[in-house]
């Protein structure tokens, strides 16, 4: 996973860049190769505001959190991320088993026909 930084008003020194990494290292389990991340780092007067946007395949998954720390902000908005992927992933579960049945039906029509 390629993972991008912007710092909008405020400089993120290399403890906190390898941290992120570290977090959204644990995404990566879900994901392909080339999904991109994009952890965007800004400070509105004394909130700071973490933006993390995946990208992979045209899904994007995304959560903004405000706060007082980004070392706190980068748990809940992987959290969120996490939160999104099982919910993605259970509407397309769902999804593919009203599928599945529908085509029984169809194979008793064939059948009725042929006797």
């Known amino acids: 996973m390629k993972i991008t930084?912007?710092?909008?008003?405020?400089?993120?020194?290399?403890?906190l860049k390898a941290l992120?990494?570290?977090?959204?290292?644990?995404?990566?389990?879900f994901f392909r190769d080339d999904a991109?991340?994009?952890?965007?780092?800004?400070?509105?007067?004394?909130?700071e505001v973490l933006e993390l946007t995946i990208s992979m395949g045209g899904t994007l998954f995304r959560s903004e959190v405000e706060g007082e720390s980004f070392y706190h902000d980068i748990d809940v908005a992987v959290d969120v991320?996490?939160?999104?992927?099982?919910?993605?992933?259970?509407?397309?579960e769902k999804r593919i088993r009203k599928e599945a049945?529908?085509?029984p039906e169809y194979a008793g029509e064939q059948i009725e026909e042929d006797s």
């Not at 992120?20 to 644990?26: P, Y």
């Not at 994009?38 to 400070?43: A, D, E, I, M, Q």
């Open 81 to 92: 991320i996490e939160r999104q992927l099982r919910k993605n992933k259970t509407r397309l």
């Open 101 to 103: 049945f529908a085509s």
């Open 20 to 29: 992120i990494e570290k977090k959204i290292g644990k995404l990566e389990k």
């Open 5 to 15: 930084f912007v710092c909008k008003q405020v400089t993120a020194d290399e403890k």
């Open 36 to 47: 991109e991340a994009f952890v965007t780092l800004s400070r509105y007067k004394k909130t």
